[in-house]
C-alpha cells in the first residue's frame, strides 16, 4: 500500500474510532422512558402540593428563584448520587453496599440509616396528608361525615403497604402508568383556575417583612421544602443498578441522560402549576392552608365550591399523587432498612425475610403517624430536610474528591453550587427547629 493509502487509512480508523462512543450511548427507549416517568412519578407528589403553600406566602420572588434554581439543583444533586452507587460496576450494589465499599463497614451502617432516615419521613408525609386528604373529601365535597381515622388511616396504608411489597418492576410500570393521565389532569387544574388569576402575587415584591419575618429569612427557609419537592433519590440507587446490568458500558451518560429528562419534565409542570396557584390565591390564603395543614389541591376545591370540576378532580388528584409517590419511596425506604437489618445481624437476615420485616415495621410506622396527624410540613423541616439534604447534596460532593475512583467527575464549579445550595437547606432546617 502507498504512503497516501496509509495516511488515509489511518485517518479513517481515527474517524471511526471518535465515533465508538456515540455509538456506545443506545437512544433512548422504551424502558427508558419508563424510568424517566417513575422518576418523575416519586418526586411529583406530597412534595408539590405542599410547595406552593411555603412558596406563595412570600409573594413573588421566591416562586421566581424556586423557578431559576429547580433545574440546576435537582439535576446536579440527583446525578451526583446516582455516580455514587456507579462507583461500584457490579450490578446489584445499590447505595446501601456501595456506601460500605467506600466507607468501611462503621460508615457504611451511618450512611446506610441516613438513607433510611432520609426516606422515612416522606413515607409519613404521605401516610398522614393521605388519610386527611379522604376525610376532607368526605366532609366538604360528599357531604358526609369524616370517616373514622383509625380505621381509614390502616385502610389506605394497609392498601398501599400490599402494592408496595410486590415485585419492583410491577411497581415501576405502575407509577409509570399513572404519569401521563396526572400531568395531563394536573395542567387541565392549572389551566382552569386561569379565570381565578388576580394581581395579589405581584402586590408582594418587597424586600421587607413578609408575613412577621425578614425577607431573607423567608427566602432562606424555602430552602427545604424545595429540596423536598423535587427529590426522587429513594428510586435514584435502582436506576443506577439498572444501567450498571442494562448498559455497563456507558451507564453514567445513560443514567444521567434519564435523569436530565425527568428533572426538566418535572421543572415545566410543576412551575407551571405552582404559579397557576399562586395566582388565583393571595399570601393569607397560603398561610391559612398552611394552618389547616392541607395540600394546596384540597385547600382550593374549598376556596372555590361553585367549581364543580375542581371540587372533585382536585382531591382525586392529589390522593393519587400521594399514592404513587409512597410507592416510589417506599423502593428507597425498603433498601434502606433491609440494608440495616443486614448490617446489625452480620449478613443473617436478608432477602424475603428483610422484606417482611421491613414491611411490618414501616407499616406500624406509617400507621401511627396517619392517625395522630401531626404537622406535615413540620416533619419535612424537623427531620427529612436536613438529612435528605446532606444526602443528596453534601455526601456525593465529600466522596467525589475524597475517592480516586470518583474523581473524573469533579467539577469545581457545579460541585460548589451543589454544596452552597445543599448548606442552605440543612441550615434552613435547622433554624426551624430551633424556632
Not at 358526609?144 to 400490599?162: C, K
Not at 440507587?237 to 439498572?242: D, G, K, N
Not at 398552611?290 to 372555590?304: E, G, H, M, P, R
Not at 460548589?416 to 437547606?425: D, E, H, S, T
Request: hydrophobic share 50%.
Amino acid at each position: 500500500m502507498s504512503q497516501e493509502g496509509v495516511k488515509m487509512s489511518q485517518k479513517k480508523q481515527k474517524v471511526l474510532e471518535q465515533q465508538v462512543p456515540k455509538q456506545q450511548i443506545p437512544k433512548m427507549s422504551k424502558d427508558d422512558l419508563i424510568w424517566v416517568l417513575s422518576l418523575f412519578g416519586t418526586a411529583i407528589g406530597a412534595g408539590v402540593l405542599l410547595l406552593p403553600i411555603n412558596a406563595g406566602m412570600g409573594g413573588l420572588i421566591p416562586l421566581l428563584v424556586i423557578l431559576v434554581l429547580a433545574y440546576p439543583m435537582t439535576y446536579l444533586a440527583h446525578r451526583g448520587l446516582c455516580r455514587f452507587v456507579l462507583g461500584s460496576s457490579k450490578p446489584h450494589d445499590d447505595i446501601t453496599f456501595v456506601a460500605e465499599t467506600y466507607f468501611g463497614k462503621g460508615g457504611g451502617f451511618l450512611v446506610t440509616l441516613l438513607y433510611f432516615f432520609a426516606i422515612l419521613p416522606i413515607l409519613l408525609v404521605y401516610s398522614a396528608n393521605l388519610t386527611t386528604t379522604l376525610s376532607e373529601f368526605f366532609v366538604h365535597q360528599l357531604g358526609w361525615e369524616a370517616p373514622n381515622r383509625l380505621l381509614s388511616s390502616f385502610l389506605i396504608v394497609g392498601v398501599l403497604m400490599l402494592v408496595s411489597i410486590s415485585d419492583s418492576s410491577i411497581v415501576t410500570k405502575a407509577m409509570s402508568a399513572l404519569v401521563f393521565p396526572f400531568i395531563i389532569t394536573l395542567m387541565i387544574i392549572a389551566l382552569f383556575l386561569i379565570p381565578h388569576w388576580n394581581g395579589a402575587l405581584f402586590e408582594n415584591i418587597s424586600l421587607g417583612e413578609v408575613n412577621g419575618q425578614s425577607f431573607l429569612v423567608t427566602l432562606w427557609l424555602i430552602f427545604p421544602i424545595l429540596v423536598f419537592s423535587f427529590n426522587h433519590s429513594p428510586i435514584i440507587s435502582s436506576l443506577a443498578c439498572h444501567c450498571k446490568e442494562k448498559y455497563p458500558d456507558c451507564a453514567e451518560k445513560k443514567a444521567s441522560s434519564i435523569i436530565s429528562y425527568a428533572v426538566i419534565m418535572m421543572t415545566i409542570v410543576v412551575m407551571f402549576f405552582v404559579f397557576s396557584c399562586a395566582l388565583c390565591l393571595t399570601p393569607e390564603d397560603f398561610a391559612l392552608a398552611k394552618s389547616q395543614n392541607v395540600n394546596i389541591l384540597t385547600y382550593i376545591a374549598n376556596k372555590f365550591p361553585e367549581a364543580i370540576f375542581l371540587a372533585y378532580v382536585s382531591p382525586i388528584v392529589a390522593f393519587v399523587a400521594m399514592s404513587k409517590s409512597f410507592l416510589g419511596h417506599y423502593l428507597g425506604s425498603q433498601e434502606g432498612l433491609n440494608g440495616i437489618l443486614y448490617k446489625a445481624s452480620n449478613g443473617k437476615i436478608s432477602g424475603r425475610i428483610a422484606n417482611i420485616i421491613t414491611g411490618i415495621i414501616t407499616f406500624l410506622i406509617a400507621w401511627i403517624v396517619a392517625y395522630k396527624n401531626p404537622s406535615v410540613i413540620g416533619i419535612i423541616e424537623s427531620i427529612g430536610g436536613p438529612v435528605l439534604a446532606i444526602l443528596l447534596f453534601l455526601m456525593p460532593v465529600y466522596c467525589i474528591y475524597r475517592f480516586d475512583v470518583l474523581k473524573k467527575y469533579r467539577n469545581p464549579k457545579s460541585d460548589i453550587f451543589i454544596v452552597i445550595m445543599g448548606l442552605l437547606a440543612v441550615s434552613a432546617a435547622v433554624h426551624g427547629l430551633l424556632n
